[in-house]
């Protein structure tokens, strides 16, 4: 309904701003990122999102359509909320929750104050095909990088070892070098076991 709002800068806090736009004053919660990008100029322009519940009718704010599309995107996914996505895009920049959605990094959306295991894993299976398909991001690197991971730690479970001792080593190897083939992934990692 609402998608943009401009005009005089009246209030910012790391929260939240305060425009004025022909002497009506709205109110804009805004992530720790907006609240970084906007200067202290005295007209602005932010993106926006209404969210409209039974008990309340609240603007957010950002400061670009990327920022605002990814917080779309979020609050799609059950458990999201508007304020657990707006934690997420204080904590991190868009792109690294793009990034970390499209590379499956679990840790890295654990890592979100407020995000649990199994949320993280439901925000990455839930978007992970729209935010590549969105922001085309090469899905054959990152499929070729899982894959070789998946196919070395399955070869180490074979070996009888430890799975989850077995991944942290594995982890560490694909970290040091992302276009590691399986064979190589699998020496490094037997001997580290």
């Known amino acids: 309904m609402i998608t943009h709002i401009q005009g005089k800068l009246v209030e910012k806090n790391p929260t939240d701003v305060i425009i004025d736009t022909n002497g009506v004053g709205y109110l804009l919660n805004i992530s720790l990122h ?11 322009k932010l993106y926006t999102h209404l969210q409209i519940r039974e ?5 957010y704010g950002f400061s670009s359509k990327v920022e605002r599309d990814i917080f779309r995107l979020l609050i799609s996914v059950s458990g999201i909320g508007a304020n657990t996505a707006r934690t997420m895009l204080s904590s ?3 792109k690294q929750v793009r990034e970390g959605i499209a590379l499956g990094d679990v840790a890295l959306i654990q890592s979100i104050k407020g995000i649990g295991a199994k949320t993280a894993q439901r925000v990455i299976i839930d978007l992970k095909d729209k935010v590549i398909k969105i922001y085309d991001i090469d899905e054959v690197s990152i499929d070729n990088n899982n894959t070789n991971k998946e196919e070395a730690l399955s070869a180490l479970e074979v070996l009888g070892y430890n799975k989850k001792q077995a991944g942290k080593v594995v982890d560490k190897v694909v970290a040091l070098n992302n276009e590691s083939t399986v064979e190589t992934i699998i020496k490094q990692a037997l001997k580290n076991l």
């Open 34 to 44: 907006t609240f970084s990008q906007i200067s202290e100029s005295e007209n602005i």
């Open 55 to 59: 008990d309340a009718h609240t603007l």
């Open 92 to 94: 991190l920049t868009p």
